[in-house]
């Protein structure tokens, strides 16, 4: 059975982009996918250490980040169990939450070789999706140099495993009662407009991406082979 891992970047598990990753794995689900939600905000770990332990020649971790703390069995499911791969994070300060990108280090570093062209030490194609959601509208992402970062994830995870894809929410509704806090610059009317005419198309958007992550890889066998 294939089987699709969705990794939360978000510190809430209820909103706008947790919302998303979950239509993302019912489309998965409806695709016959096993499927898996792994929340950052709840491990505890580090971003890369820069030791080099996965480049050493002929090392014990040749290709596998070295690092042992509550990110490890992720990556290790990552690399043997799962077929596709969807990651979400808000925009924050017009980048990926600090957990998401330390979450990205480890992942992509230990498995890509300085070769030139650069190489890749996972031996098999697996489908990637980011989610990305923010508060700013698309004019706004635009205006700010969003598509820079989309960009070059998109680029990296291509590299290490050969398919990426990106989706972006924007405008989103940041809170359930704007009443309740400090926030002039934007109106509680238009934002919970946008939620429910707007959001909903999100939802089945990201929805059709876990399909689409998993459809043209039934019956695949392939496996990360790394000691």
Not at 34 to 42: F, G, I, M, R, S
Not at 129 to 144: K, L
Not at 155 to 161: E, G, H, N, Q, V
């Amino acid at each position: 059975m294939m089987k699709l891992i969705a990794v939360n970047g978000s510190p809430r598990k209820a909103w706008n982009t947790s919302t998303l990753l979950e239509h993302a794995l019912k489309g998965a689900k409806s695709c016959g996918a096993d499927t898996e939600l792994v929340h950052l905000y709840d491990l505890s770990y580090k971003g890369c250490r820069s030791c080099f332990a996965c480049k050493l020649v002929d090392g014990n971790s040749y290709g596998r980040c070295v690092m042992r703390d509550d990110l490890t069995s992720i990556i290790r499911g990552i690399e043997e169990q799962c077929d596709a791969l969807v990651l979400g994070t808000p925009i924050y300060f017009a980048s990926m939450t600090g957990e998401t990108r330390s979450f990205l280090e480890r992942l992509l570093f230990a498995p890509i070789v300085y070769s030139v062209p650069a190489k890749t030490l996972f031996q098999r194609a697996m489908k990637t999706g980011v989610i990305y959601t923010m508060n700013a509208t698309e004019e706004m992402s635009t205006q700010r140099g969003y598509a820079t970062l989309i960009q070059a994830t998109e680029a990296y995870l291509k590299t290490i495993f050969g398919h990426a894809e990106s989706y972006c929410c924007y405008d989103t509704c940041q809170f359930p009662d704007y009443s309740k806090v400090v926030m002039e610059l934007y109106d509680p009317r238009k934002k919970a407009s946008r939620r429910d005419e707007v959001f909903p198309l999100d939802c089945r958007n990201a929805f059709d991406l876990g399909c689409r992550l998993v459809a043209d890889r039934r019956g695949s066998a392939g496996r990360l082979l790394l000691p």
